[in-house]
């Protein structure tokens, strides 16, 4: 008898919560920005911080309502910057900086001495180890962003290139191909 009863209040104080929350999901409900929303979907989300802002969101959100330009995602580079102008019907701007080949944070473990201060500095969770432990990077989810380099106390983390894998290799777009004509050449060549 004395279960029945502490099962049957267990379930009546759950029902209680359960109530409380879905009302209280429907009172507080706020309404995400449409716009905000879609300028994060164009960015790459490396998570570093380039742009002058702590993550992706924060930069999508400070776009759409007009205190950044669309031009300050260095990793997105050029398509990213004339994704978002479109989206905002702005005209698009320069890239501010060149957006440098994909890099991947190298953590040489004969020289780490597990201190951590990399894991927590990366935004992206792509560190793993255990306090003095060595630590490794997970290539699959390192951004290449840097952020973990300036804290590492021994300096045992190099950012090398990220090697192209097939999955991810695109054709390069074509430069600006003009039409030469040799001379004695009937047909115009592409240069």
């Known amino acids: 008898m004395n ?16 109530i409380v929350l879905a009302v209280a999901s429907r009172v507080f409900h706020v309404e995400g920005d449409p716009m905000m929303e879609r300028i994060d979907a164009v960015l790459p989300q490396t998570q570093c911080g380039q742009c002058g802002y702590p993550g992706c969101k924060p930069y999508a959100t ?27 019907g702005v005209p698009p701007k320069e890239v501010e900086e060149e957006a440098a080949p994909p890099m ?3 953590i040489r473990e004969d020289e780490c ?4 201060l990399c ?5 992206v969770d792509a560190i793993i180890g255990a306090p003095k432990q060595y ?3 997970v290539e699959s989810h390192c951004t290449g962003c840097t952020l973990c380099v300036e804290p590492c106390p021994v300096d045992c983390i190099d950012m090398l290139s990220k090697p192209e894998v097939l999955e991810e290799w695109t054709w390069s777009a074509p430069g600006k191909a003009s039409l030469v004509k040799l001379e004695g050449d009937s047909d115009a060549r592409v240069a």
Not at 3 to 18: E, R, S
């Open 3 to 18: 279960i029945l009863m502490a099962v049957l209040l267990l379930g009546g104080l759950a029902l209680a919560a359960g």
């Open 62 to 88: 400070a776009v759409a309502s007009g205190e950044a330009d669309v031009n300050k995602c260095v990793p997105g580079g050029e398509r990213a910057m004339l994704a978002i102008a479109d989206l905002m």
């Open 104 to 106: 991947l944070a190298y």
């Open 113 to 116: 001495i597990g201190c951590t």
């Open 119 to 123: 894991i927590k500095a990366c935004p």
């Open 135 to 137: 630590h490794t990077v």
